[in-house]
């Protein structure tokens, strides 16, 4: 079932709506594709720091702002924030422009909200399967 979920990010409370099948799928399909380098570098072996560079740079060379435009878009159609004034506004492009200009960081904490929102227990699963972090490296 399509839930509903709201979180405080910066000045504004943001409602975002679960995506229906199909749209959950694509967006999927074209995420596994942004961030699937990023999260096989942070599962290999090797020290933390390391790794975590290694996933950063990944990243940044996998997506684009063609990518960073459609997770926007199609976000923005199923979410809803609340105005300074009370009011429930769609966050269209104008309402983007408006509570993002200045606040880049408050853009990327809302794409991670709905990004869990969506796919909460998709990445649940994924995390037990992976099991937990390894400590140490080996015998001394």
């Known amino acids: 079932m399509i839930s509903t979920s ?23 399909a074209r995420l596994t ?58 966050l269209d492009s104008d309402a983007q422009e408006l509570i993002f200009g200045g606040h880049i960081e408050d853009c990327f904490k809302w794409l991670a909200f709905c990004l869990e929102a969506n796919y909460a227990g998709f990445f649940g699963e994924f995390k037990s399967l992976v099991g937990p972090p390894q400590t140490g490296t080996g015998p001394a």
């Open 6 to 28: 709201d979180r405080q990010i910066g000045q504004h409370v943001y409602f975002v709506t679960q995506l229906g099948f199909k749209k959950s799928r694509q967006v999927f």
């Open 33 to 90: 594709k942004m961030v699937g380098p990023a999260v096989s570098e942070l599962l290999s072996g090797g020290e933390s720091q390391a790794k975590a560079g290694a996933a950063l740079s990944a990243l940044c060379s996998q997506v684009s702002e063609p990518d960073l435009e459609y997770l926007c878009d199609t976000f923005a159609d199923c979410t809803l924030v609340k105005m300074p004034d009370g009011s429930k506004k769609r």
